[in-house]
Nanobody, 125 residues
């Protein structure tokens, strides 16, 4: 079992930055691929970014490429999402996810085994 707890959300003006954190506890964190997803009001949950269990290889949705950066620190059991140049369209609840299989935390058909509770990000115009 893996428990995921997100933090770092909040209200920011367009063009600003936020860094989300996802702290994991339970089984061996470094064995899991990690991902970030988001869900805006009235919309389906969508993939944002993913990172392999060893780090290094990262993947992004086209809508956030060049603005968001996913990283992980296996010594701290934490994955991060640095979000720059935020836009009002980035407003959503952001969720952290974990799975042994990278394919389950990456892309629109992902079905990870574990989810965090989410953290709200609101970007004002």
């Amino acid at each position: 079992q893996v428990q995921l707890v997100e933090s770092g959300g909040g209200l920011v003006q367009a063009g600003g930055s936020l860094r989300l954190s996802c702290a994991a506890s339970g089984r061996t964190f470094s064995s899991y691929a990690m991902g970030w997803f988001r869900q805006a009001p009235g919309k389906e949950r969508e993939f944002v970014a993913a990172i392999r269990w060893r780090g290094g290889s990262t993947y992004y949705a086209d809508s956030v490429k060049g603005r968001f950066t996913i990283s992980r620190d296996n010594t701290k059991n934490t994955v991060y999402l640095q979000m720059n140049s935020l836009k009002p369209g980035d407003t959503a609840v952001y969720y952290c996810a974990a799975d042994y299989n990278l394919a389950q935390v990456k892309g629109s058909n992902a079905h990870p085994d574990y989810w965090g509770q989410g953290t709200q990000v609101t970007v004002s115009p």
